[in-house]
C-alpha cells in the first residue's frame, strides 16, 4: 500500500533535510509520514564499548527527536517511527516496498557542485522499485516549507525507454505542486555517421526535427492527462546528463529514470541517472521502469 512518505533518518543533518523535506512532500500528498533508522550489527569493533541497549536507546532518541520537530512544523501530520535491525540499504529498501516515496540525505559540496552519495543511497536507490528521492542539506526551504512548491520540476526522457512511469511521476508531482514541467531529451548521432566523410547538416537537423516529433509523441498523453501543468521541452544534441545538471539549476525537483536490470554483480544505476545524482543542483528523485 502506497499510503505514505518513508523517510531514512541516521541523526546527521543530511537526514534532517531528508526528513524535513519528506514531512513536506507528505503535507503535499495528504499520507502519513514513516521515520526509519536502522541498527546496523555488529558495532564493534567500530564502535567498541557500545552495546545493543546502548544503540537502540540512541536509535530511539535519533527518531523521537525528528519526530517531535517534524510535528511542530506539521501538527497535522501523522507520524509513525521504525527501528529495524538490519543493514541500513536493506532495511531501507524493505520499508520503501509499502511506500510511495523514500526520501534519503545526501551531503551537498557546496554551490551548485552537486551531492555526495554515499554507498547506503546508492544501494537503496538501486535495490527498490519505490521512486527514491535524494536530498542535501542545502535543499532545505529556507521558508520553513520543506518543500519548494514553486519551483519548476526537469524530467529526463529517453525514447529509447519505457518511460510511462517516469513521466508519471513528473507529471503529478507538477500538478500536486502546481508547478511548470520542463522535458529534456538528448540525441547522439547513430554510429553510422562515423564513417561519413562529409556529413550534411542537413541530415542532423532532419535527425533532430524526428527526435522532437518522437518527444512531443511520447509526452502527449501527459499533457492531456495533466492540462493544467505547462509544459515545455528541450531536445538537443549532446550529453543528456549534463544538460539535465544544467536544467537543475534553480529547480524544485529532477526527475530522472533507472531502468530495473539484474546482473550478476547486483542491481545498477544507468550512466545519466549516476551523473545526476552526484552533481544536480536540486533534490532528485529516481523511478525505477522496465
Do not use: N
Not at 82 to 95: F, I, M, Y
Not at 156 to 171: K, P, Q, S, Y
Amino acid at each position: 500500500m502506497d499510503d505514505h512518505v518513508t523517510a531514512g533518518v541516521d541523526g546527521s543533518p543530511e537526514s534532517r533535510a531528508a526528513a524535513l523535506w519528506a514531512a513536506g512532500e507528505a503535507v503535499l500528498r495528504r499520507v502519513p509520514l514513516r521515520l526509519v533508522h536502522a541498527v546496523d550489527w555488529p558495532l564493534d569493533p567500530v564502535f567498541p564499548g557500545v552495546g545493543g541497549q546502548d544503540a537502540d536507546r540512541w536509535a530511539d532518541r535519533v527518531l523521537a527527536d525528528a519526530a517531535e520537530e517534524l510535528q511542530r512544523r506539521h501538527p497535522q501530520l501523522e507520524i509513525t517511527t521504525r527501528c529495524p535491525t538490519a543493514r541500513p540499504a536493506a532495511a531501507l529498501a524493505a520499508e520503501a516496498a509499502d511506500a510511495a516515496l523514500l526520501v534519503l540525505g545526501s551531503r551537498g559540496i557546496g554551490g551548485l557542485v552537486g551531492f555526495l552519495v554515499g554507498s547506503v543511497a546508492l544501494a537503496a536507490v538501486a535495490a527498490t522499485d519505490t521512486p527514491v528521492v535524494l536530498v542535501r542539506t542545502a535543499d532545505e526551504a529556507q521558508d520553513g516549507s520543506d518543500t519548494d512548491a514553486g519551483a519548476g520540476i526537469v524530467v529526463g526522457v529517453d525514447i529509447h525507454e519505457a518511460g510511462d512511469r517516469v513521466l508519471d511521476f513528473a507529471f503529478e508531482e507538477a500538478a500536486r505542486r502546481g508547478c511548470a514541467l520542463r522535458a529534456v531529451h538528448g540525441w547522439k548521432l547513430p554510429p553510422a555517421y562515423t564513417y561519413v566523410p562529409f556529413f550534411d547538416p542537413d541530415d542532423e537537423r532532419d535527425i533532430g526535427r524526428s527526435v522532437t516529433r518522437t518527444v512531443d509523441d511520447m509526452l502527449l498523453p501527459w499533457r492531456r492527462k495533466y492540462p493544467a501543468v505547462a509544459v515545455t521541452s528541450s531536445v538537443f544534441r549532446g550529453s543528456p546528463g549534463e544538460r539535465l545538471v544544467q536544467e537543475s539549476r534553480g529547480a524544485g525537483l529532477v526527475v530522472v529514470g533507472r531502468r530495473r536490470r539484474r546482473s550478476p554483480l547486483g542491481p545498477h544505476l544507468g550512466s545519466v541517472a549516476h551523473a545526476v545524482l552526484h552533481h544536480a543542483a536540486a533534490p532528485v528523485a529516481v523511478v525505477a521502469h522496465d
